[in-house]
Nanobody, 127 residues
Framework: QVQLVESGGGLVQAGGSLRLSCAAS????????MGWFRQAPGKEREFVAA????????YYGDSVKGRFTISRDNAKNTVYLQMNSLKLEDAAVYYC????????????????????WGQGTQVTVSS
């Protein structure tokens, strides 16, 4: 079983920054791609960012490109999401997820390819 625990969410003013963390346990974290998704009330789950197992391939949703950065520290079994220049529309519950397939060179943007999900962390952006 894999456990993913997100942290770092909170209230921030528009234009501000937050860094989310996702700590993984239960399997070999370093061999699986990781992703971040978000869901706002009344909206569908949205792809935010993903990182391949090696960290060499990064993917971003169009709405966050240039503002968010995904990274991972395999020694700490943790993936991060640095969020800068936050906008009101970035407010959502953010989830991290782990790919079901090991050692795939790309990271998926399709949520159905992720086998494990965290409980989510709330990000609130105020004007």
């Amino acid at each position: 079983q894999v456990q993913l625990v997100e942290s770092g969410g909170g209230l921030v003013q528009a234009g501000g920054s937050l860094r989310l963390s996702c700590a993984a346990s239960g399997r070999t974290f370093s061999t699986y791609a990781m992703g971040w998704f978000r869901q706002a009330p009344g909206k569908e789950r949205e792809f935010v960012a993903a990182i391949s197992w090696s960290g060499s391939n990064l993917y971003y949703g169009d709405s966050v490109k240039g503002r968010f950065t995904i990274s991972r520290d395999n020694a700490k079994n943790t993936v991060y999401l640095q969020m800068n220049s936050l906008k009101l529309e970035d407010a959502a519950v953010y989830y991290c997820a782990a790919d079901r397939r090991p050692l795939v060179p790309i990271a998926p943007i399709d949520p159905s390819l992720y086998a494990y999900w965290g409980q989510g962390t709330q990000v609130t952006v105020s004007s």
